[in-house]
């Protein structure tokens, strides 16, 4: 690791700022777990570090009624598994963030730094992209919110500008009738990564389906929607052989990459495997 | 290169320490202080061989810099047991139960069990395995290591007063 200026900011304006100075030269260090290893393995050398861990406030989570979980940038994705407005008002995401990587990790890694690295093989930007959130951002043209589903542009890249911060997190309440999970496909239990990563987010109506919000990541450069399996089940009577239907679908509409985790093909296997298991799940039905 | 105070309470005794911005955790504990309990293993976050406990949370030492432990409080393998020389039970557990070859990943699986069990005192078998998904040990095979655990949690609930676990 090259030595650097490690700037310590007491505000998320006063680090935008930091941000802003230094430009390319300067990275924001969160929770660690991600740009420390950048960082060790020489592929990022910024001249200085902005690290967040003096601003305060940011690691809060609060529900607004009628509106939905506010989660703090700052906040750790163990804590994000653990709480009880979380697990309450969105079990999905609670139970998403109690996957990620290892239990070392989640005490470090915080929510805002997962979303910000744009880490393609990672679970929350694909569950939080279901449940249609987006992120508060604080920057040197002001605030503005972001949809995650806008906010992901490529492999490890953002729609964040040089020295956007990202403030808070905001998942849109469950309906009433609305349910969703979300599942992953890893070889072994040692592996830390993703290479499928699927949520679904329903509104049923008796037993048809009236809305679905679907997404498929860690497979991709980004994670993304379904579009064609999002419309397929819309009004249909859910069956086991519709959910097949819909999960060949799926797979055959993601553009899964080849790497040396996993061929194109295993993963759109993999992706039909996770969706149709889930979507059994999601409607509770039993498939073989 | 920027030099920074921080302090810490490590393993119950406070300390203060100067670090460069680029000292890594693992670095101050093992080189500055020389509490070499900590291993370094695959110094990529993998591996789980570097686990401390930082506000009674496991973390890995490798992957963050000393100072995101400024003010708080650390406790390493050397202080697992108050700082006494008997063994801790989950030490003991692993003794007894075959839970280590060459000893190697021990220290950091044992803190790693300690603040999983100090969460689920009465854990089942895959819970373990899914705890000990930040640790690697490349001569078990895993199986002592889950007996030990699950020995270490009898013997820690049997010497604690019991606690009713809801819904189990």
């Known amino acids: ?288 | 290169m920027s030099k920074h105070v921080i302090h810490v309470r490590l393993n119950g005794e406070e300390q203060e320490v100067e670090v460069p911005a680029k000292r890594l955790l693992a670095g101050m504990l093992r080189d500055d202080l020389h509490l070499t309990g900590t291993k370094r293993g695959c110094e990529t976050g993998i591996c789980g061989a570097c686990t401390v406990h930082l506000d009674s949370r496991p973390v890995k030492s490798c992957l963050m810099l000393a100072i995101q432990a400024d003010g708080c409080s650390l406790t390493t393998i050397e202080g697992l047991n108050g700082g006494t020389s008997e063994l801790h039970p989950i030490q003991q557990a692993f003794l007894e139960h075959g839970g280590l070859q060459c000893g190697f990943c021990t220290p950091g699986i044992i803190m790693t069990t300690s603040a999983f069990l100090s969460r689920n005192p009465d854990p089942t078998e895959d819970e373990v395995r899914a705890a000990l998904s930040g640790n690697l040990c490349r001569c078990t095979g895993y199986s002592g290591i889950v007996n030990s655990i699950m020995a270490a949690a009898r013997a820690m609930r049997a010497s604690e007063p019991a606690v009713e676990r809801p819904g189990r």
């Open chain 1, 1 to 288: 690791m090259r030595d650097f200026e490690l700037l310590r900011p007491e505000s998320a304006a006063e680090a935008s700022q930091m941000l802003h100075r230094h430009g390319e030269e300067s990275r924001l260090l969160a929770g660690g777990t991600a740009l420390l290893l950048a960082l060790r393995q020489r592929l990022l050398s910024p001249p200085y570090v902005v690290y967040l861990g003096g601003v305060r406030g940011l690691d809060k989570i609060s529900f607004v009624e009628g509106e939905g979980l506010r989660i703090g940038a700052l906040t750790r994705i163990a804590d994000v598994a653990d709480h009880p407005l979380v697990r309450k008002h969105c079990p999905m995401l609670a139970s998403m963030a109690g996957q990620v990587a290892n239990p070392q990790v989640r005490s470090m890694a915080t929510l805002g730094g997962n979303l910000c690295y744009g880490d393609p093989a990672s679970d929350p930007p694909t569950c939080l992209i279901a449940l249609g959130a987006s992120v508060q951002v604080t920057g040197t043209g002001g605030d503005r919110v972001i949809a995650l589903e806008d906010f992901f542009t490529d492999y490890y890249e953002t729609a964040l500008a040089p020295a956007d911060i990202v403030t808070e997190i905001r998942v849109p309440a469950f309906a009433n009738d609305a349910s969703g999970l979300y599942s992953r496909f890893v070889k072994t239990r040692a592996e830390h990564r993703p290479l499928v990563g699927v949520a679904i987010v329903v509104r049923h109506e008796g037993a048809a389906c009236r809305w679905r919000r679907r997404a498929v990541g860690a497979s991709t450069p980004i994670p993304g929607r379904l579009p064609r399996a999002e419309t397929f089940l819309r009004g249909k009577e859910v069956s086991a052989a519709v959910l097949e239907e819909m999960a060949d679908i799926a797979a055959d509409e993601a553009r899964p990459v080849s790497d040396f985790r996993g061929t194109e093909e295993f993963r759109r296997d993999m992706i039909r495997v996770v969706v149709r298991r889930l979507a059994a799940d999601v409607f509770g039905i039993e498939t073989h």
